[in-house]
């Protein structure tokens, strides 16, 4: 059973900064690309930042610059750093495995098609 593991949500203040980090077996780490989507409330879930199969990475346009995608691969861990943090950042965050070799952030609703596995999720608020 593939688990993925957040940790590292919680509130802060407009400005502030926060890193989520995301925890899985082996397998999963080298056989999926990986990466962090987000949803807030009456919103649809988006992609915010992942890899590609070449160890590329892809992060929207509403984050670049303030937050970065990065991997340790000795622990099987996936990091995403939070810098410069705004409201509209608000939202669950959500570790994913995709079944592509791109990473894709396209979702309808909570669907986002390729992804294979979520998280739990984990929240972050940004107060003004």
């Known amino acids: 059973q593939v688990q993925l593991v957040e940790s590292g949500g919680g509130s802060v203040q407009a400005g502030g900064s926060l890193r989520l980090s995301c925890t899985t077996s082996?397998?999963?780490?080298?056989?999926?690309?990986m990466g962090w989507f987000r949803q807030a409330p009456g919103k649809e879930r988006e992609g915010v930042a992942g890899?590609?199969?070449?160890?590329?990475?892809s992060t929207a346009d509403s984050v670049k610059g303030r937050f970065t995608i990065s991997k340790d691969n000795a622990k099987n861990t996936l990091y995403l750093q939070m810098n410069s943090l705004k409201p509209e950042d608000t939202a669950m965050y959500y570790c994913?495995?995709?079944?592509?070799?791109?990473?894709?952030?396209?979702?309808?609703?909570?669907?986002?098609?390729?992804?294979?596995?979520w998280g739990q999720g984990t929240q972050v608020t940004v107060s003004s």
């Open positions: 994913a495995a995709l079944g592509t070799d791109y990473f894709l952030p396209y979702c309808s609703g909570s669907d986002c098609p390729a992804v294979r596995y």
């Open positions: 082996r397998s999963t780490y080298s056989f999926y690309n």
């Open positions: 890899f590609h199969s070449n160890g590329s990475t």
